[in-house]
Antibody, heavy 117, light 109 residues
């Protein structure tokens, strides 16, 4: 079964940092764009960032630019999101999604990030 | 970043045909294919349509289409298990960002 498994979420104080990870299994990770998508409590889905197959292109939502950094390790089938200067509004469930530039095919189960103000 | 516009809610009886819409512009839906996802009780999203293709494990009563800057998801023969929140999304080249729809809650009466 094709799977994405997120980890690294937790409770952090405002201004702090967390590093999320997404590990892929049973598919050729390096062939796909991978994204982080988040959902704040009671809200809809919000795209956070994505990275191209080889890692040469990365894009971020305006609200996280300069604070979040995305990286991928194709040999290790993993994706990381370094989140610095966290704010209360970053509190959300963070999902890893794999697919193309325009759509997602596979989703992880999510990891919860709570930022205490 | 701007969101794609979806109906807040759509309802129907078992067996009815319902259509959800996703409205964008020439920078997003007008240029790229669209993904559709469903989410039950704020659990992990599950892909329904990946561009023009039905995702793995999704019954063929689901179908997608696109006309200009509007995409649609049709459920032909609504079932109780289809009750969920549905989101559309695609890439926006002017924003250099992925944009999601506002979400539609489907209720089976």
């Amino acid at each position: 079964e094709v799977r994405l498994v997120e980890s690294g979420g937790g409770l952090v104080q405002a201004g702090g940092s967390l590093r999320l990870s997404c590990e892929a299994s049973r598919f050729t990770f390096s062939n796909y764009w991978v994204s982080w998508v988040r959902q704040a409590p009671g809200k809809g889905l919000e795209w956070v960032a994505n990275i191209k197959e080889g890692g040469s292109e990365q894009y971020y939502v305006d609200s996280v630019k300069g604070r979040f950094t995305l990286s991928r390790d194709n040999a290790g089938n993993s994706l990381s999101l370094q989140m610095n200067s966290l704010r209360a509004e970053d509190t959300a469930v963070y999902y890893c999604g794999m697919g193309s530039l325009y759509a997602f095919d596979i989703w992880g189960q999510g990891t919860v990030v709570t930022v205490a103000s | 970043q701007s969101a794609l516009i979806q109906e807040a809610s759509v309802s129907g009886t078992v067996g009815q045909r319902v259509t959800l819409s996703c409205s964008g512009n020439s920078n997003n839906i007008g240029t790229y294919a669209v993904g559709w996802y469903r989410q039950i009780s704020h659990g992990a999203p599950k892909t329904v349509m990946f561009g023009n293709s039905l995702a793995s494990g999704i019954p063929d009563r689901f179908s997608g289409s696109k006309s200009g800057t509007t995409a649609s998801l049709t459920i032909s023969g609504l079932q109780p298990e289809d009750e969920a929140d549905y989101y559309c999304s695609t890439w926006d080249y002017s924003l250099s960002a992925h944009v999601f729809g506002t979400g539609t809650k489907v209720t089976v009466l």
